[in-house]
C-alpha cells in the first residue's frame, strides 16, 4: 500500500464537537438503558448500583475516544482498521456478525411501540396493537433514512430535536415533582457505593443488571458506529473520505485506503486540536450530559421504590404517577418521550447497522477492483433486506409470548456486552503496539493512551466480565 500523506484539515470551530457524530451518540445513548432498565433497577433496588452506570459509561467513554483517535489520524473506520490484525475479510466477518447479533433485533421499535400501545390501541389486544405500532414505527425508520440528503446530516438535525424536546419535558418533571433530592441522592451514591458489589443483600437479578450496565449510554458495541459517523463528517483526515448520499443523490466515491497526516510543525499543531476537541464535546456531551440524564431517569424509577410493581413494568408506572400528580397529559407526555426516544435509539440503530454493513460489502467490492460500485447504491439494497427482517421479528412478537419487548431489550443488551468484552483488550492492544508500528513516532505520541487510561479500561474489562458470566448463567440455570 503506498503510503499516502495529506494536510491536516483545518480544525472546526469548537462548539460544532459537541454537535455531529457526538450528539447522534448520545441521542443513540438516550434508549433502553436510560428510559426502561435503569428505572426498573432504581424502583426495585433504590440507588445501591448507580455507581455500576457511571463506571460503564466511564469506560464507554474512554474505549470510545480510543477508538476514534484512529480515525482522526488515518481516516479509517474501526473495522478497517482491525483488518491490520484480523486480515480485511476476517475483520469484515467477525465484527459484522457480532454487530448484527446485538442489533439485528429490532427490540427498540418493539418497546417504542409498547410506550405507543398504552397510549392508544386501535381497540385490538395488546399483542396486535403492538405489532401494529411495531410495523408503524419501523416504516416510520426506514421512510427517513431512505429520503435523505447525507443521511447522518439527517440524524444530528434529527437528533438535536428530540435533545431539545426531551430535556425541556425533564426540566419540567424535576421542578414539579421536586426531584432535586432523589437526583442529588442518587449523584453521592455512585462514589459512596462505588465497588459495592454485596449482590447477596437483595434478590436481583444480574440478567437485568447486566443488561442496564450494557446499555449504559450508547450500548457498548454501538460505540464502534461513532468512527464511522467521525467519517461521513470529514473529521480530521476522514475530511478526505466522502459521505453516504440519500436514495435520490448523486454518490461520491469513498476512500478505503488510509489517508496519514503530513508531520511538519503546522499539521502536528493542528491533529493536536483535533484530537483535543474530540476529547472536550466527547466528555462534555456523551459522559456528562449522558450521566445528568441517567441521573433524572433513575430519580423517577426510585419514586415506584417499596411499592412493589413488577420491574418490567415500572416505567410505564412512572408515567401512571406523574398523571396522579401533575394531570393526565403529562403522563400521557411521558408516555410519549418514551416512545419518541426508542423509536430514535431504532432510528440509529438501524443507520448505523445497515452502514456498517454496507461499508463492509463497498470495500470488499473496491479491494477487487469493482470501480463501479455506487455505495448508496448497497447501502439502500440492505436497508431494504433489515426493514423486511425486521418484520419478522415483529411478527414474532406477535405470536410468541417468549419474544415480548422487555426481553427482546434484554437479549440486545447481553450480547452487546460481550462486544465489549472482547473489543476492550483489542482496543488497548491496537493502540498501543499495533498503532505504533504504522504511525510516526510524532502522530503516535499524539494519540497514545495514557497509563491512567489503559487501567480503567482494564477494570472496565473485569468487571463486564464479571456481570456477563453471571447474567448467562442465570438465564440458562
Known sequence: MKLEKKEVPEPINLKNFFLGPTLILFGLGLGAGELLLWPQIAGTYGFAFVWMCFFSLLVQTLWTLQMVKITLVTGEHFVLYMARIFGLINSILIFTILTFLAAGIPSWAVSSAESLVKIYN??????????????????????????????????????????????????????????????????????????????????????????????????????????????????????????????????????????????????????????????????????????????????????????????????YKISEYIGKNLGEVFGFAYLLLLALQLFSTQYSITEGLVRQISDSIYIYLQKRKKKDVEINKIYFKILLFFLFYSLVWIYLTKVSEFLNPDFLVKLSANIALIFQIISIPLVLYFNTVIARKFLSYKVYKIIQPSVLTIVILMLGFFFYLYLSVQAWQELFA
Open 122 to 315: 386501535f381497540s385490538f389486544d395488546y399483542k396486535t396493537a403492538l405489532f401494529i405500532w411495531s410495523i408503524i414505527t419501523y416504516f416510520l425508520v426506514f421512510m427517513s433514512i431512505a429520503f435523505s440528503n447525507v443521511i447522518s446530516k439527517v440524524l444530528e438535525t434529527f437528533f438535536k430535536f428530540i435533545t431539545i424536546i426531551t430535556w425541556a419535558f425533564l426540566i419540567f418533571l424535576i421542578v414539579e415533582l421536586k426531584l432535586y433530592n432523589n437526583i442529588f441522592e442518587a449523584f453521592v451514591s455512585a462514589f459512596t457505593n462505588f465497588g459495592n458489589f454485596r449482590f447477596d443483600l437483595v434478590d436481583i437479578s444480574m440478567w437485568t443488571l447486566a443488561s442496564a450496565v450494557a446499555f449504559v449510554g450508547a450500548g457498548g458495541i454501538f460505540n464502534v458506529w461513532y468512527t464511522y459517523w467521525v467519517r461521513d463528517f470529514g473529521w480530521g483526515m476522514a475530511k478526505y473520505v466522502g459521505s453516504i448520499k440519500g436514495l435520490l443523490k448523486k454518490q461520491e466515491k469513498i476512500r478505503v485506503d488510509p489517508i496519514f497526516p503530513k508531520e511538519d510543525e503546522e499539521n502536528l499543531k493542528r491533529l493536536n486540536v483535533w484530537v483535543r476537541n474530540v476529547n472536550i464535546g466527547f466528555f462534555s456531551v456523551y459522559f456528562g450530559l449522558n450521566f445528568l440524564t441517567l441521573l433524572v431517569f433513575i430519580s423517577l424509577g426510585y419514586l415506584m421504590f417499596g411499592s412493589n410493581v413488577e420491574p418490567s413494568q415500572i416505567p
